[in-house]
């Protein structure tokens, strides 16, 4: 009896809890992920008047401009990967460095708001597919076939491996990247040659204050920072990157500089290629518009096509994402344990992604069906936009506090900090004089689909538009009623 004991304690000991799979992805591929979870066409087509409005069509170097505190916010989370990659990221960084119920707070901000956010997403779905084939059908049932099957699609593919979602996410974004990057090059060319009915480049559109001095500087910046969200999806999965103390932070920072690029050159291509009244007046899929404008029915529907694919792969990037924020959370028992298992076949935390994936496909049908819940939902959108800004800036304020011996060391890495803490709040500042307050709907009764669909992909992405305020309040924990998880997490933080 003993012998056998001791056999069945040596065989348990020898099978290990699976794990993510290692060095699965490179730094391309992340990049990718990164870039993927930002949505270019998409989110472009959403802000492409809202920001040549705002800023007296001198948006070029308002985000030329902007790339720099968000290169800085990047390279605060490089530093934060080097000191602890983990798939928890912000929920580990806080709850180490300053507090662990902080930082058990923080990992329930960072999943609220990102199944919230992919939901929003979700509901991109249907139109911007049924836009490929020339249709506007607003049916709900054929949204919510197109939603379902799109959602089921990417999260099998979530579960089935890292890799595949990486081959995939490369695969769309070459297609996507490719129509974007050369519809805008061919509106430059359209502007340059002054073609009847563009609006012609002036000096005034490379200055800061825009055509006769109109443009606003604080309400273009607020617009720019929506338009750059989304590019910390790199390090989310850094336990399957190699280097993963390294490549992840590498990432987000070539993330954030290649969106520069694409998102300048859009925007300076697409804005003149029609006048400024068109533009306006086809704000809600402004980017399917100029492209007919540019070539005709067949570039519509390559933009179209280009669009689509963004949502698409922003959803797949949501499920992922959310499933491994959950993964990182469930280690640290912050969240039921059986959400921390990894599948030995797969190598993904698929019970994660399966109830992720669930979770968000049910609330998408709740929304489309019960249409009491709209605004509603709404105003919840807008509460996940101030959990995301809380969880920024708690993250920069454990960057801070984890290498604050360091900021006295050189004089550069002070400078770096002063930056850094100054880009911060800007950074965070908000984005309801956006595109957001352009195209919400009304309060009772249902929206458009055009404004139902340009409020949603607005709202949804949570480190874009989720910026809408920098002031947020935290209440603090009752004595003597500490939740029982989170004196598991801290207990284990301590460790």
Request: with cysteine.
């Amino acid at each position: 009896m003993t012998d056998q004991s001791a056999t069945a304690l040596s065989g348990a000991a020898t099978s290990p809890a699976a794990r993510l799979e290692p060095d699965a992805i490179g730094v391309a591929q992340d990049t990718v992920i990164g870039m993927a979870s930002s949505a270019p066409a998409a989110t472009i087509g959403l802000s492409l008047f809202a920001l040549a409005a705002a800023t007296g069509y001198a948006s070029g170097p308002i985000l030329l401009l902007t790339a720099i505190p968000m290169l800085i916010i990047a390279n605060a989370y490089r530093r934060c990967n080097m000191w602890n990659a983990n798939c928890g990221a912000s929920f580990e960084w806080v709850g180490r460095a300053i507090n662990p119920y902080l930082g058990f707070l923080t990992g329930w901000f960072m999943v609220v708001a990102y199944i919230i956010g992919t939901v929003a997403e979700i509901l991109l779905l249907g139109p911007s597919v049924l836009a490929v084939f020339g249709s506007t059908s607003t049916n709900t049932w054929g949204w919510i076939a197109i939603g379902s099957a799109v959602g089921v699609v990417m999260l099998i593919i979530s579960v089935v491996g890292i890799r595949i979602t990486a081959r995939a996410q490369v695969s769309m974004a070459l297609v996507e990247y490719l129509i974007l990057i050369g519809l805008a090059i061919a509106g430059l060319v359209f502007v340059l040659g002054h073609h009847h009915g563009s609006y012609p480049i002036t000096k005034a559109w490379f200055s800061l204050h825009g055509i006769g001095g109109k443009g606003s500087l604080a309400a273009g910046f607020l617009v720019a920072v929506f338009v750059y969200g989304g590019w910390d999806g790199t390090l989310y999965v850094n336990e399957e990157v190699k280097h993963r103390r390294v490549n992840p932070g590498r990432a987000a920072i070539i993330a954030v500089a290649l969106l520069a690029i694409i998102y300048t050159l859009a925007q300076v291509g697409f804005q003149g290629v029609v006048s400024p009244a068109k533009l306006q007046a086809n704000s809600a899929n402004a980017l399917v518009y100029v492209a007919q404008a540019l070539g005709g029915g067949f570039w519509a529907k390559m933009m179209a096509l280009s669009i689509a694919l963004s949502v698409i792969a922003t959803t797949g990037t949501g499920i992922v994402l959310s499933a491994r924020i959950a993964y990182g959370m469930a280690s640290y028992r912050a969240l039921p344990g059986f959400l921390g298992n990894v599948s030995r076949r797969f190598k993904t935390p698929a019970v994660a992604s399966v109830v992720v994936g669930v979770l968000l496909i049910g609330i998408f049908w709740i929304y489309m069906l019960a249409t009491s819940v709209q605004n509603a939902f709404y105003d919840v959108i807008d509460v996940t936009g101030l959990l995301f800004a809380i969880f920024y800036v708690l993250t920069a304020l454990a960057t801070i506090v984890y290498y604050r011996r360091r900021v006295v060391s050189s004089a550069w890495d002070f400078l770096i900090s002063a930056c850094f803490r100054s880009a911060r709040p800007a950074s965070s500042a908000g984005c309801s004089c956006g595109p957001c307050s352009q195209h919400r709907p009304r309060r009772g009764g249902r929206s458009s689909a055009s404004s139902r669909w340009a409020w949603s992909s607005c709202s949804s992405r949570g480190s874009s538009c989720t910026r809408r305020s920098s002031r947020f309040g935290a209440r603090a924990t009752p004595k003597g009623r500490r939740p029982a998880a989170a004196s598991t997490v801290a207990s284990r933080f301590r460790r």
